[in-house]
């Protein structure tokens, strides 16, 4: 069963614009971890943030900010004034107690135009 | 500050060779993990090193080798290439005080195509 569901494939936007990724997860424990990172056309993962499940609060890191809220397992992503570099694949993970692995969403292609 | 570095970052080979992807991290982290993407999979674990000389399975190990002898290192060994384990490949590690669990940090990747 898919742990962690990004349901956008893709998504296009003008640069400047705002653009919000979305991720559900699931598990039944109640201890557990997220994560985003991001894999630039250049390939590389970059870490983006990580996110216990007793902490709800909202982060904001410059134009990103994100929402964790456990009442809907969701965990999105918003990037505000987007940019050209913004572009790239952007991957929700969850790791759950007692497992050594990231389950990673599919991911969604973010394309930023000029 | 290197931090975690992956060779080759290409290689081609024929199926049924041996093939050894090397992984090398500075940052003395205890746990080292290897993972294959692949488009419809996303992200797959295959093997993981809690510490040295300490490995254990993922979810798809087979067709796979790995080793630790020193903390830095987490080699993979392909022990005969198939053409499905052409993919990429990343390592990643991560600092032990909360056990696995804490942030994985990803080389660069290896991509390796077997014909």
């Known amino acids: 069963a898919q742990k962690v569901t990004q349901a956008q494939t893709e998504i296009s936007v003008v640069e400047k614009e705002d653009v919000t990724l979305d991720c559900v997860y699931e598990?039944?424990?109640?201890?557990?971890?997220l994560f985003w990172y991001k894999q630039p056309p250049s390939g590389e993962l970059v870490f983006l943030i990580r996110?216990?499940?007793?902490?709800?609060q909202n982060e904001i890191s410059g134009r990103y900010s994100w929402n964790f809220q456990k009442s809907t397992s969701s965990f999105n992503f918003t990037i505000t004034a987007s940019q050209v570099v913004d572009s790239a694949v952007y991957f929700c993970?969850?790791?759950?107690?007692?497992?050594?692995?990231?389950?990673f969403g599919a991911g969604t292609t973010v394309t930023v135009r000029a | 500050d290197a931090g975690i570095t992956q060779s080759p970052r290409y290689k081609i080979t024929e199926t049924g060779r041996q093939v050894t992807l090397m992984c090398h991290q500075t940052w003395s982290h205890s746990y080292m993990f290897w993972y294959r993407q692949d488009l419809g999979h996303g992200l797959r674990l295959i093997y993981y090193?809690?510490?040295?000389?300490?490995?254990d399975k993922g979810e798809v190990p087979d067709g796979y080798v790995v080793s630790r002898s020193k903390t830095e290192n987490f080699p993979l060994t392909l022990e005969s290439a198939t053409r499905s384990q052409t993919s990429v490949y990343f390592c990643?590690?991560?600092?032990?005080?909360?056990?696995?669990?804490?942030?994985?940090?990803f080389g660069p990747g290896t991509r390796l195509l077997v014909l």
């Open positions: 598990t039944r424990d109640t201890t557990y971890y």
């Open positions: 090193s809690a510490a040295a000389d300490i490995t």
């Open positions: 996110r216990n499940s007793f902490d709800e």
């Open positions: 993970a969850l790791s759950e107690a007692g497992d050594y692995k990231l389950s």
């Open positions: 990643a590690s991560s600092e032990s005080l909360r056990g696995p669990r804490e942030t994985q940090y």
